[in-house]
């Protein structure tokens, strides 16, 4: 019978079928931070455990790292218990790690694929709901709880329940001006903040065959958003392309076995999926969020939605309350709403490509004077490195932006990088849930492209006519 690739996948994986769709799943990799692994750590020496293969692991520390004056100390005493809790952990665990000062630092779901880690074909799992990005790479990724960091870390396994085979389809040509974020938005936003529930979504189609990399890891990122188990993109030339001559991609030797290995985990003609979607993606256009959740999108040359527009009751009232929480008026022009700040970073937008859009809009220009604090946060060392020996900072510094260290910033606020009460942020990270990037803050979420022609605009703006 033809397989999907999660099939393929699972398959692979599984060391004990325990009926009605549930196995015991070997996990290859897993990735550590500093937020969710105290616990599992704690865990482990309470009961007298060790890590069953601690060459599976890469710890490095995101969510709390300071982007800047690293050298002092972090005024957060919370971040700093946990920051010193990782550092000691991985030293009494005997685990690579990658500490705050290491040019290859930063957010645990750029540095997994950019080392290598990340590959074809293996499980890949980390206390954090974003491991989903590793999909670009046709990884079977997802995110899992504290309880489950310290179950893999003593066994290598996790007891799982299958999740149905979903393929959403992007066909035709993604417009000018439009990127992976807009793909991943506009997906959302046709299916809904629960429309993966229970799926493993396979993103296929031209316009992600498409798409570089870095774009099929800003789209895989966002299918937790969509409420997906995992997402998933067939690895191609690009992939193999990336990952060649990587620290942990396999050597020489081992290369070709490798690459044909990765070239059987296509899903099979004639596959059959649980559920299929199919977006035309020359109908995308650059879009941002109205409201607090990621699926509350519209089009740049839209207007803030009419709360009788939604047929559910429930969202409906959903929408009012967002409407007073974002200070948005209904029929309201995007291209009205004010940016107050600016954030071009986090696990979704932080790669060289997504530095390289942003530096293109903004070369020459500058900040309007009604942004109070336009940040640039790199994704990792490495990809600061690239972006600096390309000059791109010397660009944004000049218009006015703020060049950071890397780490997720202000997409969560877990450090000093927040935004007031009120202030509208044009962001290019994933969620646009209440308070997120600070108390009473308002996030629109945007593609880097559409954020730096916010920053220069002072208010949303139509990149393409920029
Ligand atoms: C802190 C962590 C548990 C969390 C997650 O799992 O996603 C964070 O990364 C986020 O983006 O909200
Ligand atoms: S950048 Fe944001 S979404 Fe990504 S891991 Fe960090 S906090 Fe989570």
């Not at 549930?22 to 455990?49: C, K, M, N, W």
């Not at 010193?84 to 290491?102: R, W």
């Not at 997802?142 to 393929?167: D, P, W």
């Not at 004010?338 to 490509?353: H, K, L, Y």
Request: glycine share 10%.
């Amino acid at each position: 019978m033809p397989k999907t690739m999660y099939d393929k996948i699972w398959e692979n994986h599984v060391v004990e079928d325990r009926g009605n769709g549930v196995a015991l799943l070997y996990i290859d990799r897993h990735l550590v931070h500093e937020v969710t692994s105290p616990q599992a750590f704690e865990g482990l020496r309470q009961s007298g455990r060790t890590i069953h293969r601690p060459d599976s692991i890469i710890a490095v520390p995101d969510h709390n790292v300071p982007t800047k004056d690293r050298h002092l100390p972090n005024p957060d005493p919370m971040s700093t218990a946990q920051l010193k809790a990782l550092s000691e952990n991985v030293a009494e665990f005997g685990l690579d790690y990658i500490p705050m000062d290491d040019i290859r630092q930063g957010i645990v779901h750029v540095i997994g694929p950019e080392q290598g880690f990340t590959q074809p074909g293996v499980t890949l799992v980390c206390g954090d709901s974003h491991t989903s990005t590793h999909g670009a790479f046709g990884a079977l990724a997802f995110g899992i709880g504290t309880s489950e960091v310290e179950h893999v870390m003593a066994t290598q396994t996790l007891q799982l329940k299958k999740s149905k085979n979903m393929r959403v389809t992007v066909t035709g040509e993604l417009p000018e001006g439009c990127s992976a974020k807009d793909v991943a938005l506009a997906i959302i936003g046709a299916i809904g903040t629960g429309g993966g529930t229970a799926q493993v979504i396979e993103y296929a189609g031209p316009v992600i065959e498409g798409l570089s990399m870095e774009g099929r890891m800003t789209l895989c990122n966002m299918a937790i958003e969509a409420g997906a188990r995992a997402g998933l993109v067939a690895p191609d030339e690009k992939t193999f392309e990336y990952l060649k001559g990587r620290p942990y991609a396999p050597k020489a030797g081992q290369w070709n076995s490798a690459v044909s290995f990765w070239e059987g985990l296509k899903t099979d003609e004639g596959a059959v999926f649980d559920r299929e979607v199919v977006i035309d993606g020359s109908e995308i256009a650059p879009l941002v969020t109205w409201g607090t959740s990621p699926e509350d999108v519209v089009p740049i040359t839209g207007t803030v939605p009419m709360v009788a527009s939604f047929s559910d009751p429930a969202k409906r009232e959903s929408a009012e309350k967002s409407l007073v929480y974002m200070g948005l008026r209904e029929g309201q022009p995007m291209t009205e709403v004010p940016v107050d700040r600016v954030f071009i970073g986090s696990c979704t937008n932080s790669r060289i490509e997504d530095i390289r859009a942003a530096a293109a809009v903004i070369k020459g220009r500058k900040v309007s004077s009604r942004v109070i604090e336009a940040l640039v946060v790199p994704g990792s060392g490495l990809v600061k490195e690239q972006a600096e020996a390309e000059g791109l900072d010397k660009i944004l510094i000049e218009a006015g932006f703020l060049w950071r260290e890397p780490g997720c910033s202000m997409c969560l606020a877990m450090n000093p990088d927040k935004a007031g009460k009120g202030e509208h942020v044009a962001s290019t990270s994933n969620r646009n849930f209440v308070s997120r990037q600070g108390p009473g803050a308002r996030t629109h979420l945007v593609s880097p492209a559409m954020a730096a022609a916010a920053a220069i605009a002072g208010h949303f703006v139509d990149v393409r006519k920029f």
